[in-house]
């Protein structure tokens, strides 16, 4: 896994509210591989999403009202050369969203167009690729698409409208217009929350499948531990905005270094963990606590966590956290 295809340092994201700015994440870094599959975790307002969307910049307008900086590096690695998501051109992030990286949403019907067959729909991502395609070759290929990804009778499943279709049905149909595109980097947010479990292990499948097929790397967003442990290769543990630690899949659920990290996993339902569960709640955006934004959660919070926790970076771990430096 040496070959990188995703190099995240220092990122922040701010929103300029009317109240004042919000630093929604907070010096992120991050490195991601082709092929491999990261999963990204927190509790709700961590800034798990609004991490991964700042990598498309789909958090700045026109895709938001609000007015958003975004600050640091975000390098992705094409075959033309390094280039830096935060800075590029919005031409250049257009083509990057239309071929490089493809999101999958966790609402599949607010993200499929309610007025257009899912045909056009995905023929439109095909098109995106900027590949001339003829209109019976387009037809075809939007077919096999949807046959691709498991949809039965993808001629019928192709002339119907998104609120015609099951939740399991939308999001497969989200996944062909994401890999249609093949991409090299895919970010799927909470893409199974609203499926029940049987459809929510078939979309699992699916996604490793088609990664598998074009070697792309995945950023998982998720809030479900268990699906973590199935598809992750590394984890990502967001908290107050930034990334407290991250750690090979089997290091996260077997040795968890950051205090948070324990607490997250001692709080699923069942677990036999000897760590206390979480207890409160995550600070709101514009009141994270100076230092250790986990201190007031924290069993072991000290002196020293009044000030800014250092990055302890190992090999294969990096933990942001007083008692791994000490």
Known sequence: MAD????????????????????????ARLTLHRGETVAIVGESGSGKSTFAKALIRQNQAPFTPVRTRITGRAVLSEATGPLDLVTASAATM??????????IAQDALSGLNPVVTIRRQVGEALRATGVRIAATA????????????????????????????????????????AVARSPSLIIADEPTTALDVTVQARILRLIKAEQAKTNAAVIFITHDLGVVARVADRVAVMYAGQIVEVAAIRDFLTSPQHPYTAGLLASVPGA????????????????VPEGCAFRPRCPFAGPACVNAPPVVAGEQRAVRCWRAAA
């Open 4 to 27: 990188v295809l995703l190099d995240v340092d220092g990122l922040h994201v701010t929103f300029d509210a009317a109240s004042g700015p919000i630093a929604a994440v907070r010096g």
């Open 272 to 287: 036999r963990s000897s760590y206390p569960r979480l207890k409160g709640y995550a600070p709101e955006p514009n009141a």
């Open 94 to 103: 257009r083509r990057v969203r239309a071929t490089g990286i493809a999101m």
């Open 138 to 177: 387009l037809r075809a290929a939007v077919g096999h698409l949807l046959d691709e990804v498991g949809l039965p009778d993808p001629e019928a499943i192709a002339r119907r409208y998104p609120h015609q279709l099951s939740g399991g049905q939308r999001q497969r149909v989200m996944i062909a217009m």
